[in-house]
């Protein structure tokens, strides 16, 4: 236990939520507040709510980008405590319902405990719950545990409050590994589309096998890469930089001139970061005259680095992803990876990332 590991009982009673929970003896807690820990992404206190990149980058960056940097995919909460119950309750604006998605996906919240990330449950939202948030709540086993709480792929959230027992301990976290953040830039599929729960997209399934922390800049039919956003991007500070935007580029020739144009600035910014060129999952819809030339100009930019002596870039195979026997299960729509899909990708990507990072 830490110097700050808190008896529940002790901490201010005058702090109320008002919420739909009736569990008695419970204690309400502000996530932005110790010992909870937030990842992936910041609170902006000027606009009351939840962002993935700052607002003055994301307006410059696109229409599109400054909506969706709103969207707290790859979200999370740490905690550890040994309550027997918890609660939560949100404050957003709800997105209305996707026609591929789930409602838990888009705007759920999942828990995993401990290093092996054992799935404690979701809390899920129904389409009959205000727009305005929910609340929702799960049994523990009373244990002591590290706890992670997955934020919604796509939707906002203003605020999150957690609600534990009045006679248990809070502290903080087991710490992720001592590694810089994995950095992901990419299309919808990055961004989450289109898993079950959160703790399903491609992102957070590598986080739970590494136990490394992540950014995750997928723009849903946004990833382009603006100058606005090569510059953040570069000035970001990663383990890995993962380049996934093949499915947004407009086109193979806006793709050519924004690729390498990425992939050198960011060199420029970080000589020795490795960086891994990912192209878009073969699917059912793209394996032919539209993905081909994108996969090839990918992958020549791959080897053209790699024959100027960077030893410090990857490439994954998006057409190898989905094993031919089930491809059309891998995906809700064609495109879109469902949670098998995502597994697969995150079984590829794994090894590479493990071999970089000597886990």
């Keep these: 236990m830490s110097n700050l590991s808190l008896k529940i009982e002790n901490i201010d009673k005058n702090f109320k939520v008002e919420s739909t929970i009736s569990e008695p003896d419970i204690v309400w807690f502000d996530v932005k507040n110790a010992p909870f820990t937030i990842h992936g992404i910041t609170y902006d206190e000027e606009q009351g709510l939840f962002i993935r990149m700052p607002k003055d980058v994301a307006q410059s960056v696109s229409e599109g980008v400054s909506n969706l940097y709103k969207h707290t995919s790859g979200g999370r909460v740490r905690f550890r405590t040994n309550s027997s119950f918890i609660a939560i309750k949100v404050v957003y604006d709800a997105g209305g319902p996707l026609d591929h998605f789930t409602i838990l996906g888009q705007r759920g919240f999942d828990l995993y405990k401990d290093l092996n990330c054992e799935y404690c449950g979701s ?3 129904s389409a009959t719950d205000s727009t305005k948030g929910y609340s929702s709540s799960l049994t523990l086993d009373g244990k002591m545990h590290d706890y992670t709480l997955n934020f919604p792929l796509y939707n906002s959230v203003n605020e999150i409050y957690i609600a534990l027992k009045n006679d248990s301990t809070i502290d903080f976290a087991t710490p992720y590994k001592d590694v ?5 830039y990419g299309s919808s599929i990055t961004h989450g589309a289109c898993a079950t729960k959160p703790g399903n997209s491609y992102p957070n399934m590598i986080c739970k096998k590494t136990n490394v922390d992540f950014i995750n800049l997928g723009f849903a039919g946004n990833a382009k890469a603006e100058d606005t956003m090569i510059n953040y991007i570069c000035s970001l500070d990663p383990s890995i930089f993962v380049c996934d935007y093949d499915h947004n580029a407009p086109s193979v020739e806006h793709l050519e001139k924004t690729h390498m144009k990425l992939f050198r600035a960011f060199r420029n910014a970080h000589p020795t970061t490795p960086v891994i060129f990912m192209t878009a999952p073969g699917n059912l819809w793209t394996d032919g005259k539209h993905y081909a030339p994108r996969h090839e100009l990918i992958y020549n930019n791959y ?6 002596g960077d030893e410090n870039v990857y490439f994954v195979d998006g057409l190898k992803f989905f094993p031919d026997d089930v491809r059309s299960a891998c995906t ?3 495109v879109h990876p469902n949670d098998l899909g995502f597994w697969f990708m995150a079984e590829a990507l794994l090894p590479v990332i493990k071999d970089i990072l000597k886990i």
């Design 123 to 125: 809390f899920r939202p």
């Design 180 to 184: 810089k953040p994995i950095l992901y």
């Design 303 to 308: 080897l053209t680095v790699k024959n100027e």
């Design 332 to 334: 809700v729509d064609g």
